[in-house]
């Protein structure tokens, strides 16, 4: 019995020595540094990846949050409507930096454009209005080639004509399939389109970031 007891002491002992080891030492904190391969990433690069995936993130939220509201009259739509849009402001609103107050509005009213004809969308849907509909889809996809047009233009280098506009086109089908599964009421279907749009967006978000950081490395260094 004493053996066990001077065992479960020893281990005891081991056990509180370890716990007493500095947090602060360097391979703590290696633990919890951002890397990338074998070289840490710079703080400035990790900011704007954030903070466009946020940005990002909050377009499809907030375009979600609307479907659902246009769909069933909510009280909310009009709110709703107000923050999606003020996003779009936002996303032009980063770009300035890097690209200039002109070159941010421009994005802006490009997004708006993109908002307001998919809410055109959503409300002939809706309404089983199938001319009015194809007419604003047509719009829609016009905007969504102008959006990779402007951002391949900004950065031909990073952001290919083609790559931009394959990017865009997916995310138009994306919620295309996420309006229609809500608008049916196959709620199993609605739920993983949005879960296919979430996933696209960040993919097209880190592309942006990734295009940016490129063109202009030593902002980020």
Known sequence: MKRRIRLFSVILLVSLSLLAVPVGNSTARAATQPTMGDKDIPAKEIAL??????????????????IVSAAADLPDKAPTTNRLLQNQVDIGNAIK????????????????????????????????????MQDANRRWFANADAIAAFLSGANPKNWSSAGMTAMMH????????????????????????????????????????????????????
């Open 49 to 66: 990846r954030n903070a466009m995936r946020k940005l990002w993130e909050d377009h499809i939220t907030w375009t979600r949050l609307f």
């Open 97 to 132: 930096p890097y690209y200039g107050d002109a070159a941010g509005e421009k994005l802006t009213a490009l997004l708006k454009e993109h908002i307001t004809t998919a809410a055109e969308i959503v409300t002939a849907a809706k309404a089983g209005d199938t001319a009015k």
């Open 170 to 221: 997916e995310h138009l089908n994306l919620t295309t399939n996420e309006v229609q599964a809500h608008l049916k009421g196959d709620w199993a279907a609605d739920v993983a389109a949005y879960d296919k749009v979430h996933e696209q967006i960040l993919r097209m978000a880190d592309m942006l970031s990734d295009g940016i950081i490129n063109q202009f490395p030593k902002q980020f260094k």
